[in-house]
């Protein structure tokens, strides 16, 4: 072996390459970084399915509350129509005629001779 390669030789394994890796920086070992990321996509997975599922629960909720709404608006659509009929003239007199209810003949007002006022104490 010559001096030139034999110096070459030295220096070669002197000298190791630079790597300006992260993992070779931080001291990361690929396996354990792999199981991690994959730990934490799986776990990312499940917490978006029970958000999905959460949110399908409450759109069937909503479901149902929008038809119990509608059922309770055609209710009060129905007895506002029945007050209003019960509040008509042909039932007033009906009940008039069932009750023996009297019209009145002639209508008296008193008359205050002074102006009053209530008062409280």
């Known amino acids: 072996m010559s001096k030139f390669t034999r110096i070459f030789a030295q220096k ?22 792999g199981i991690t990321l994959f730990i934490l996509i799986i776990a990312s997975g499940f917490a978006y399915l029970g958000l ?20 309770l608006q055609i209710e009060s659509k129905k007895l ?7 509040q008509s003239i042909k039932e007033i007199t009906q ?10 003949s002639k209508i008296e007002y008193i008359e205050a001779t ?7 104490k």
């Open 52 to 71: 999905i599922n959460n949110v399908a629960a409450r759109g069937f909720e909503i479901k149902d509350l929008e038809k119990k709404s509608e059922a």
């Open 114 to 120: 002074q102006p009053t006022v209530a008062l409280t």
């Open 80 to 86: 506002e129509l029945k007050a209003a009929e019960l």
């Open 12 to 33: 070669r394994e002197r000298i190791k390459p630079k790597t300006n890796s992260v993992f070779a920086k931080f001291k990361i070992n690929k396996l354990k970084l």
């Open 95 to 104: 009940a008039k005629d069932s009750l023996d209810l009297v019209e009145i």
